[in-house]
Each structure stands twice: as structure tokens, then as C-alpha cells.
């Protein structure tokens, strides 16, 4: 891995698609999915909710990732939003900054029936994977919500949100 200074793929990429979804922006989230032999776990800010009678939560994979393949393996996961305060462990599970001894040693983390839960995630989901399908470079992931657990709003940790390839903060 290299670390580099700046974002390798801030505004100097031409590809109009990319520097779109790069002002969209939104919540960084982390989802995790294993047990005690094997777990693995990524940040993730391209996802939406779905609601109706069998809430899910959609969202996009890297295809060569850890996670997706122990999610499949598992078939559940955990989606924990993540805060302000979690930026360097968002860093640590998207790969872009140094993790000694891996992201799961950068912070507690509680065992689920779903899998490995960052203890300090005031709001999270328990999920189970109920479809997958190829979009671009992606693989998008259909998950149920099936136990979802939801933080006070006046916690006074800031949400993590991610916009145009940095994190920022409201207000």
C-alpha cells in the first residue's frame, strides 16, 4: 500500500461519472461481516435505504473485497455509521492509511450474531445478504435489515460524512 499525501483521485480524474458521484456525498459507513476464524470489513459511503414491509439496505461493493466475500460466505453483516471520531478507522478498513496488526486491532469490537460490531457505533443494522448483482465496477448488494439499533441524536459526535474524495464535517 502506498500513502500518499493527497487524495490519489481528487479532481485531477477527467471521468465525469466519478467527480459526480464525488459531490453527492454522504454518510461513511463500516460494514463488517465474520466471526472469531475470519472477518473482514469495509467503509462504505454508496448505499441508500430502501423501506417498505422488508426494509434493506442497497449498496456498492468493490468486487475484490474481503468483505464481499465473507459476507457471501456468511450471508450477514453489520453496517455501523460511523462519526467524526472514527475518520483514521474509516482510513484503516478503506485501506489508504497504515493499520498495524490490521483495521480490527484499530478499535473494540463486539461479537453479533451478525458479525463483529465496532463497540462505540451508536447506530448499526444487523443484515442479511439477500441479493447481489454487477453494476459498472461494482457489485451492488441488497441486504435485510434485521436487527437495527438506533443512537441518540444528541450523542455530540459529529456523523462521518464523506464528500468530493474527503471527509467533512457539518457546521
Partial sequence: MTIHSTHPFADADPDPARRFRGRVGGAVTLWTA????????L????????????????????????????????GRGVVQLLSW??????????GTAPAPGGPFRQAPFVADTHGPRLATAATWAGVRLAGERAVGWSVEVTAALEHVEIGADDAGDDPLLHRRGRFVRLG
Fill in 34 to 41: 465474520g466471526g472469531a476464524d475470519e472477518r473482514a470489513g
Fill in 43 to 74: 467503509t462504505v459511503s454508496s448505499l441508500m435505504v430502501a423501506l417498505g414491509p422488508e426494509p434493506a439496505v442497497l449498496a456498492l461493493l468493490d468486487p475484490d473485497s474481503e468483505l464481499l466475500e465473507v459476507l457471501r460466505e456468511t
Fill in 85 to 94: 471520531a472514527d475518520r483514521q478507522l474509516a482510513e484503516a478498513f478503506a
